[in-house]
T-cell receptor
Framework: SQQGEEDPQALSIQEGENATMNCSYKTSINNLQWYRQNSGRGLVHLIL?????REKHSGRLRVTLDTSKKSSSLLITASRAADTASYFC??????????????FGQGTTLQVKP | KAGVTQTPRYLIKTRGQQVTLSCSPISGHRSVSWYQQTPGQGLQFLFEYFSETQRNKGNFPGRFSGRQFSNSRSEMNVSTLELGDSALYLC????????????FGNGTRLTVT
């Protein structure tokens, strides 16, 4: 079963607007990561936030983590057409038997219209 | 630094055949993991190798197997292919595994007819 669930499943915005995607997960984590995937290609790592962090920034990206609610959000500010892609959250499972395993959400498909 | 390289990029096989996919990780990365991506199930973890040892395996049948060589290159094999095995197979490498960022290849698109 999926650890992460993302909301919304699809998002369409105009260039210049902000895009917010949410991720919820079920079990405790060490860290949560966000990835981007352009159609038919591999995933690209965007940002990693540890369980003891509440917010992290990278360029136009802002990620928040609320471990009490088991949720995270990814905000992309001043979106560009090139941001059009699918975005996935991924969590680890802090259990020695699950070393090296990430659980991915179903993803949010973002379309940025020029 | 060269990225993660997966070969072949596309593959068409017939039910019952077997297939071997190859992955060359980023130089210095000792962890290689494999994921299956389908429209219905999304990204599913297959297995992860670190220094030639399988550390973890997902919930896939025994037809799915893998290995890692001493140079960290990895292969995965699927035997007795089924239609449902059609998917994008993604390989990712990292320094130490799940607690560090994964670097993905562009995948192998497998179609089973």
């Amino acid at each position: 079963s999926q650890q992460g669930e993302e909301d919304p499943q699809a998002l369409s915005i105009q260039e210049g607007e902000n895009a917010t995607m949410n991720c919820s997960y079920k079990t405790s984590i060490n860290n949560l990561q966000w990835y981007r995937q352009n159609s038919g290609r591999g995933l690209v790592h965007l940002i990693l936030i540890r369980s003891n962090e509440r917010e992290k920034h990278s360029g136009r990206l802002r990620v928040t983590l609320d471990t009490s609610k088991k949720s995270s959000s990814l905000l992309i500010t001043a979106s560009r057409a090139a941001d059009t892609a699918s975005y996935f959250c991924a969590t680890d499972i802090p259990d020695s038997s699950n070393t090296g395993k990430l659980i991915f959400g179903q993803g949010t498909t973002l379309q940025v219209k020029p | 630094k060269a990225g993660v390289t997966q070969t072949p990029r596309y593959l068409i096989k017939t039910r019952g055949q077997q297939v071997t996919l190859s992955c060359s990780p980023i130089s210095g990365h000792r962890s290689v993991s494999w994921y299956q991506q389908t429209p219905g199930q999304g990204l599913q973890f297959l297995f992860e190798y670190f220094s030639e040892t399988q550390r973890n395996k997902g919930n896939f049948p025994g037809r799915f197997s893998g290995r890692q060589f001493s140079n960290s290159r990895s292969e995965m094999n699927v035997s007795t292919l089924e239609l449902g095995d059609s998917a994008l197979y993604l390989c990712a490498s990292s320094l130490v595994g799940g607690n560090s960022p994964l670097h993905f290849g562009n995948g192998t698109r497998l179609t089973v007819t």
